[in-house]
DNA sequence: TAGTCAGTTCGGAAACAATAGAACCAAACA
DNA sequence: TGTTTGGTTCTATTGTTTCCGAACTGACTA
């Protein structure tokens, strides 16, 4: 029922839910841009593309294109890859690799309980409305960490 | 042996921390100066403060301090009490309010979940590798998800 | 009624981030 | 050797936040 839908179509979709991924920019804090290139590069039915592919699909200049590839291989959410006799890379998403995203939380939280097992240390009165939200704050902290341990465990996610 | 600590020495500690708070301006994304509101009336032993022991005590504009301690308000971080025959407003961090940090987390990851269902269904051959990958997605984002309902039972958060 | 107190609101300056444009460069090719 | 291809790098430009100062307001007070 659902089936009867052209490829064009399907493909004017995919590319809303790239503009939606722009959005909502994406995993953790990112640019519109990169955003949309990992849509692309995730939700089309194409599974690689060129740096020029995705100059001219998005309609963002070449500088742009450029540094924010560059940035999402930093940051591990992308590669490339290369064909013999081929000067083009072509650029797809890295399967797996929320790691990433889950790293910076960890920090975030770790750099955050720091902060306020100090700040605890130096309440003169630890049963104090604001100790005692304190002491809140460090076990909610400790179970996220607790989470991240198991998420890890549990997706078992990918090493080098 | 860690307790000959004068009380000044340890308001300065104290206020050093709260100088952190704000660069590592908190609990998902506020700024420098929400991160030293909250700073302030959370780690210092004095519990409540009025706006202009805010203004005094972190050197910023009355105006910054009003818009300010009004946001953290309505994001249900701070809020302040009163005394008969006191016009002014003494504030105070809420205690046990990560619940609205974990709410805005929460929709987060069911926009993006509903991205990339939406993603899912579009593709061609499911068992591609950007298919596959979002199908990866979709499987830790639930268990995110569960790790949220969790956390809210664990921590059964304040009601009203 | 004027004056103070406890803030709020309104512009705008300063700082910062995102994107573009144009010049540049290195590898391959003719 | 010069030219094309596939990008990169280096300033602008533009847009967005953050914060301040100054003028304002409304409740109380003398």
């Keep these: ?32 841009l990169s955003g949309r290139i990992l849509g692309l590069l995730s939700f089309l039915d194409q599974e690689e593309f060129t740096f020029e592919e995705i100059v001219d699909r998005l309609k963002i200049s070449k500088s742009s ?8 291989m930093e940051s591990d959410r992308i590669e490339y890859i290369t064909y013999p006799g081929d000067r083009k890379r072509y650029f797809r998403i890295k399967v797996n690799t929320p790691k990433t995203f889950i790293q910076t939380m960890r920090k975030y939280i770790e750099r955050f309980e720091n902060v306020n097992r100090a700040a605890l240390e130096l309440k003169k009165d630890r049963n104090s409305r604001s100790a005692k939200n304190i002491q809140a704050m460090l076990k909610s902290l400790t179970f996220w960490k607790a989470q991240i341990d ?3 465990k549990e997706f078992n996610i990918d090493e080098l």
Excluded: F, P, W
Aim: glycine share 10%; proline share 0%.
């Design 1 to 32: 029922m659902q089936d009867i839908i052209t490829d064009k179509e399907r493909e004017e979709k995919q590319s809303e839910l790239v503009e939606i991924m722009g959005r909502i920019s994406c995993r953790g804090g990112g640019t519109a």
């Design 65 to 72: 294109v450029s540094t924010t590839l560059n940035h999402l």
């Design 150 to 152: 198991e998420y890890e």
